[in-house]
């Protein structure tokens, strides 16, 4: 089956350090990996994606690079922002698919 | 623009009681999608909407849930004697045309609280 799992949080990071979020995911055939976050008070967004092995996704500063023989899919900036701070959630679909299969979302707090 | 408009914002109910909550997707987006988000989990797919048609709705939990897209635009997801365990957070989402290379657009959701 089709699953996520991503690194618990909460994180908590001080203004300008570095970012990694882990995510690894199990799947049946080839997915599409997406980054979503949702900002407080607002809905989910899509931050980046990447639909096949050894793509990078970036957005905003943000990069992941979909790592086929790891599995993995992790989030990473290098100099984080309060405005970063949110929660993270990774997710896949499969080709064809019509649902995303979501991690259970990792809560980030920037401190100044 | 407007983005993904959710009704109402929160909901109690009693158990036992029948809810509809209410999602308006962005203007012209054919596809749009329900997802239920438990307290510390991701979301998790109740249904897809292709136009008017449930294209996939192979994420319903059980008979007590349904929805309906009567016109291709604004759904209503529907749930009947309610029970505890559908307290959670209520997501729709649409997107232009569906599939992978169609971002989706979330609302910010309906809480659903059952007493």
């Known amino acids: 089956g089709n699953s996520v799992t991503q690194m618990e949080g909460p994180v908590t990071l001080s203004e300008e350090a570095f970012l990694t979020i882990n995510c690894t995911y199990t799947?049946?055939?080839?997915?599409?990996l997406f980054w979503y976050v949702q900002y407080p008070g607002e809905g989910l967004q899509l931050l980046l994606k990447?639909?096949?092995?050894?793509d990078k996704g970036s957005n905003k500063g943000f990069e992941a690079t979909y790592r086929k023989e790891t599995t993995s899919f992790h989030l990473e900036k290098g100099s984080v922002q309060v405005s970063d701070s949110a929660v993270y959630f990774c997710?896949?679909?499969?080709?064809?698919?019509?649902?995303?299969?979501f991690g259970t979302g990792t809560r980030l707090t920037v401190i100044p | 623009g407007a983005g993904v408009s959710q009704t109402p914002s929160n909901k109690v109910t009693e158990k036992g009681k029948y809810v509809e909550l209410r999602c308006d997707p962005i203007?012209?987006?054919?596809?749009l999608y329900w997802y239920r988000q438990s307290l510390g989990q991701g979301p998790e797919f109740l249904i897809y909407?292709?136009?008017?048609?449930?294209?996939?709705d192979s994420g319903l939990p059980n008979d007590r849930f349904f929805a309906v897209r009567p016109e291709g635009s604004v759904s209503t997801l529907k749930i009947q004697r309610t029970e505890r365990g559908d307290s959670a957070v209520y997501l729709c989402?649409?997107?232009?045309?569906?599939?992978?290379?169609?971002?989706?657009?979330f609302g910010n959701g309906t809480r659903l609280t059952v007493t």
């Open positions: 989402a649409s997107s232009i045309q569906g599939g992978n290379n169609s971002p989706l657009h």
């Open positions: 799947a049946t055939g080839y997915p599409s």
């Open positions: 990447a639909t096949k092995a050894d």
């Open positions: 997710a896949l679909t499969e080709t064809g698919a019509n649902n995303l299969f």
């Open positions: 203007s012209g987006h054919t596809a």
């Open positions: 909407f292709q136009g008017t048609g449930a294209a996939d």
